[in-house]
């Protein structure tokens, strides 16, 4: 019977009996034997993930790009690529910005709680303000700088550097295409059949994704028993942040897709629901982009030349849930401590989240990272992260979906615009959708 499960099914499954079996060990004390013989497992499958991520993008690349043999729609889609990642990434700042004004979730932040939280994370903040300090010194030009490698095996060997990876990836697909005759079709043919290869080693790997799954929600149930506090007393700056991650997944992606890309929304979400069960347990945008890749190509029908070229990118410069996250957690910090933004500040916030979330993968620590450049931007202290930084793995698993949801919006986007999009509604179902 199990067999017979689509692959969604079978995750949901398996993500639904590992916070079951996670809450039973915390019942039952089995906290250890989870910890040593059940999350390795959840650890052993997003190293598979991680493992495809780099050869799958590359590879991806090469062959989406130089099947796009007219140099000027290259150009075209990626300037439409980038400018709809963009767009998205401020509307969805900007959505966060509403949401933490209209609820105020640092207004009913108790104060015993604020010199506990500094006590408890004031090491992991020193860490990251390090980090903080550096990337601030940074030349304006320093990012394009980053994206281009001196060694492409170093960068090959460093999930961090993708940016650096999806570059080399574009310039050799670009000389790919300019070398005239039929020199190249040797090494075209090649990149089709390694192609071929690492979709079939997905296959193999997502098969193991039920039991992968199970083992890192088990984990992380148990992970998080201890601190049940914290969530109870951060509980409506995670409401404001999950209501604003939703509102993007159900409302703005769905509608977004039916006007502009043409696709019935019960369609949409239903094919990328594999996709988005992946995002939530690994937290992983370049590691659930073999999944990514398979779902918005066979169900989505958008081509797999836009499908290889878009989406790559999208898992380096898209955050769209990361940008919403920022915009709350920097506002929320201020209300905490009792401090007024003005206009102009919050609009700084916007801008700020969105080139910060841009620059997001590559940097250690992550969004946390970002986040300080952001309170900085404004003049915020940046020991309010000691508030939010306890919960913030449990929201990066919700932000992952929204990233992963919106590079598949995207991609359907282009592929309508360039008259890609293999999906076809049906004219007597059109009424009846949104």
């Known amino acids: 019977m199990l067999k017979k499960l689509p692959l969604w099914a079978k995750i949901f499954l398996g993500m639904g009996l590992g916070v079951l079996w996670g809450l039973i060990a915390v019942w039952a004390g089995w906290e250890t034997f989870t910890v040593d013989w059940i999350e390795p497992w959840g650890t ?23 099947s796009l043999t007219d140099i000027t729609k290259l150009s075209r889609i990626g300037l439409k690529t980038i400018v709809i990642y963009v767009i998205t990434t401020v509307f969805a700042a900007t959505v966060g910005l509403t949401l933490v004004n209209l609820m105020k979730p640092g207004s009913v932040f108790p104060e015993e709680k604020q010199e506990e939280y500094r006590q408890k994370f004031g090491g992991q903040i020193e860490l990251r303000q390090e980090s903080a300090r550096e990337i601030e010194e940074y030349s304006p030009l320093q990012f394009f700088v980053d994206m281009v490698p001196d060694n492409i095996f170093l960068a090959a060997g460093d999930n961090s550097k993708m940016l650096q990876i999806i570059f080399f990836a574009i310039l050799f697909s670009i000389a790919l295409v300019l070398v005239p005759g039929k020199g190249t079709d040797t ?7 390694l192609n071929d290869v690492i979709l079939k080693m997905v296959d193999l790997i997502m098969r193991f994704a039920p039991i992968g799954v199970f083992a890192l929600m088990a984990a992380l149930v148990v992970d998080f028993s201890g601190d049940v506090g914290i969530f109870k007393a951060l509980g409506m700056y995670m409401v404001t942040v999950v209501t604003g991650l939703i509102f993007l997944i159900l409302v703005f992606y769905p509608v977004v897709i039916r006007i502009f890309g043409g696709i019935r929304v019960p369609d949409f979400l239903r094919g990328i629901l594999p996709a988005q069960l992946v995002a939530f347990t690994t937290s992983s945008s370049a590691a659930t982009l073999p999944v990514t890749l398979k779902q918005v190509t066979t169900e989505l029908k958008v081509s797999k030349s836009i499908a290889n070229f878009v989406l790559p990118i999208g898992v380096t410069i898209n955050m769209d849930g990361t940008s919403c996250y920022q915009a709350i957690a920097a506002v929320f ?30 940097i250690p620590s992550g969004s946390i990272v970002m986040l300080i450049i952001v309170l900085h931007s404004v003049g915020l202290p940046v020991e309010g992260l000691a508030l939010i930084i306890g919960v913030d793995r449990p929201l990066d698993m919700l932000r992952t979906v929204v990233n ?9 986007l282009v592929a309508r615009s360039e008259n890609e999009l293999g999906y076809h509604d049906e004219p007597e179902e059109s009424e009846a959708s949104l």
């Open 333 to 362: 910090i201020a209300q905490v401590f009792g401090i007024e933004l003005t206009l102009a500040q919050q609009m700084t916030i916007v801008l700020t989240a969105t080139l910060a979330s841009i620059g997001t993968p590559g």
């Open 187 to 193: 090494v075209k043919s090649f990149f089709d059949g």
């Open 44 to 66: 052993i499958f997003l190293r598979l993930l991680k493992l495809i991520a780099v050869p799958l993008i590359f590879v991806s690349l090469v062959k989406g790009i130089s």
């Open 404 to 412: 992963i949801t919106g590079d598949s919006t995207v991609s359907s």
